[in-house]
């Protein structure tokens, strides 16, 4: 991880290491308080995140409905995983998501931060409008949308007869199903809006002005500098914003429950029904493995790629 | 929009090559179009309020009325007593509150550690703590589930509260680029006068770090009050359910109630916006920090 190695780095220019103690009483009594207090978390880890990864992984050999005995099956379950169709489908369903979601929620975010940080009259208010609907509730957010798409009586409908346009089934009509959740979705993009906020502003005023006094028009200052120097919180947008539509699911489960003709049946809702509705732990965990693998697979090619777009300051 | 990151004093010098009534043409069409989006993002909300107040079975209807005949404030007291919205809302608060403290408590703790204590192996640590941020919830989710049934704590608040009050990584990241930042002689000078580390933690750094503590506090209210998933899979019964549960679950038995709905949701959604409103300023700084993460 690049960013853990520039924090690393980080952590030998500290003050405190230039006038190293010898390793008094003092130093040993700071040594084991260090000691417990990250064990606070090591144990929490160990207990809540690192078992959990591995029992998961052994239950993924297992069949097991919770009630009887767990029965060791070997590799059953990841070969059932493999011609299961309805798995096809929520991982087609669940790229669809990611593949349009990311891209249009990265650049979009961008986009609104390169505006919002526009010294205009009334941006601070603009800013947190913008940011209003990423803390909205889930559910809330979710129930609303229901209600404006709802077919027969929704305002959307309305809207679209005052273009002319025809009604539309919206999240009924398996085609359109998954766009409108993407579009769900992106009435949250003020959430990625002050991370690349915090961006823009990081970048040192000098630069643009050592652009300019090289005739740098205002395009070319922000491909050369402006863009070059965000690239590290496009890139933890992307990594985050790909594990998070990866996870996709109450939006799914709330509004549509997989349907119809299971258009929107992603990933992490056929896994919930195979754990807690049918209760086949087994299988279930062996989705789960499935998934952290996919996971990993996708952030290791991204941090392949960035080598190549990702500019880190020196 | 390029003119966005440029500084303020280059806009004198392009004003003379840059005809007048282009750079304000262009100023209006960035304050419509920002205005035009501002509306997308509001009328949501302004539809849930109308919709709160319509007369029950009345809320939807062709054309759609936007504005109520009568204002029904009714709604907002019948959702207290049609479904348990009182227990709901009293549930929520109590795992929010109890997650908040932990989260708050044990990720400045241990981001104090990783921050400015030396001990060995302490990068090495942290930067494991860092890498748990990229695991997927969900491939943690059934063993969990199974561990918090051994335990005999499904259907209680335990499996929502306890995992965070052993620190939340995204949460000791902030603390420990936040508290490297605090002078090293308030520490020094501390130890001196012979406080130890868990002293020097509480009575000096927690002081110091209000605005970090504030920034915590309020995302994981946030994602306390807001979360789902895990209600969903670890609560049961109808007196221990969550705003959220509650909402959807109340959508199970009147379908059609939408303005009762639509007032529940508001209900829901205004502690979060009322936090956001008063602690703004540590809102945004919390989730800045999350940004440099990339860095």
């Not at chain 1, 991880?1 to 040993?28: F, Y």
């Not at chain 2, 043409?25 to 949501?44: D, Y």
Request: aromatic share 16%.
């Amino acid at each position: 991880m690049t960013s853990l190695a520039s924090s690393q780095k980080a952590a030998q220019d500290e003050p405190m290491r230039h006038k190293r103690r010898p390793r008094s009483g003092l130093a040993r009594e700071e040594m084991r308080d260090g000691y417990l207090m990250v064990g606070f978390w090591l144990i929490g880890f160990l207990i809540f995140t690192a078992g959990p990864i591995v029992a998961s992984l052994g239950l993924s050999f297992t069949t097991w409905d919770l009630l009887s005995d767990a029965q060791w099956s070997g590799i059953t379950n990841y070969g059932t995983l493999l011609k299961d169709d309805l798995v096809r489908v929520s991982l087609w369903n669940t790229l669809y998501f990611t593949a349009v979601l990311v891209p249009l929620s990265t650049v979009g975010a961008l986009l609104l931060a390169l505006v919002m940080n526009m010294k205009l009259r009334g941006m601070r208010f603009y800013r947190t409008l913008y940011y209003l609907p990423s803390i909205t509730p889930a559910v809330a957010t979710t129930l609303l949308w229901l209600m404006i798409f709802q077919p027969e009586f929704g305002v959307a409908n309305y809207f679209l007869q005052k273009i002319g346009l025809h009604k539309q089934l919206w999240l009924m009509d398996p085609s359109l199903a998954k766009p409108v959740l993407i579009l769900i979705a992106l009435w949250g993009i003020g959430g990625g809006m002050p991370i690349f906020l915090a961006g823009l502003q990081a970048v040192p005023r000098e630069l643009y002005e050592a652009a300019e006094i090289d005739g740098s028009n205002r395009w070319n200052s922000f491909f050369n500098v402006t863009l070059p120097l965000m690239t590290p919180v496009i890139f933890f947008s992307v990594i985050t914003g790909i594990i998070g539509s990866f996870q996709i699911f109450t939006n799914a489960y709330i509004a549509t429950d997989g349907g119809p003709g299971n258009a929107t049946l992603f990933y992490v809702l056929l896994l919930y029904r195979n754990a807690f509705q049918y209760f086949k732990m087994g299988y279930a965990s062996a989705m789960a493995w499935l998934l952290f693998l996919l996971v990993l697979i996708f952030t290791i090619i991204q941090f392949r790629l960035a080598r190549r777009w990702v500019y880190y300051e020196v | 929009m390029v003119t966005t990151a440029k500084s303020q004093s280059s806009s004198s010098e392009t004003s003379q090559s840059t005809p007048f009534w282009l750079k304000y043409g262009a100023r209006l069409g960035i304050h419509l179009l920002i205005a035009l989006g501002s509306l997308l993002m509001l009328f949501p909300f302004l539809w849930t309020v109308s919709t709160s107040l319509k007369l029950p079975g009345s809320a939807l209807s062709w054309p759609p009325t936007f504005i109520p005949d009568t204002f029904h404030w009714q709604n907002y007291i019948e959702v207290w007593s049609i479904v348990p919205f009182l227990t709901y809302f009293t549930n929520t608060t109590i795992i929010t509150l109890t997650t908040v403290l932990g989260s708050v408590l044990s990720s400045s703790l241990v981001g104090y550690a990783f921050a400015r204590l030396r001990f060995p192996g302490r990068d090495t640590l942290f930067i494991a703590c860092l890498s748990t941020m990229m695991l997927p919830f969900v491939v943690m989710m059934i063993p969990r589930y199974i561990l918090f049934r051994n335990l005999g704590w499904i259907d209680t608040f335990l499996p929502l509260i306890v995992p965070e009050w052993f620190g939340v990584a995204v949460y000791i990241f902030f603390s420990r680029q936040f508290l490297r930042g605090l002078p090293m002689e308030y520490d020094e000078a501390a130890r001196i006068d012979g406080a130890n580390s868990w002293w020097i933690w509480y009575r000096i750094i927690l002081p110091m770090a209000k605005p970090l503590l504030a920034s915590i506090a309020i995302l994981a209210f946030r994602d306390s009050w807001n979360d789902f998933l895990a209600p969903l899979i670890y609560l049961q019964s109808d007196e221990r359910l969550t705003l959220a549960l509650g909402l959807v679950k109340f959508r199970g038995y009147y379908r059609t109630e939408w303005s009762l709905m639509m007032a529940g949701a508001t209900l829901m959604t205004i502690p979060v916006l009322l936090m956001f409103f008063l602690f703004q300023r540590y809102f945004l700084q919390g989730i800045s920090f999350s940004g440099l993460a990339g860095r």
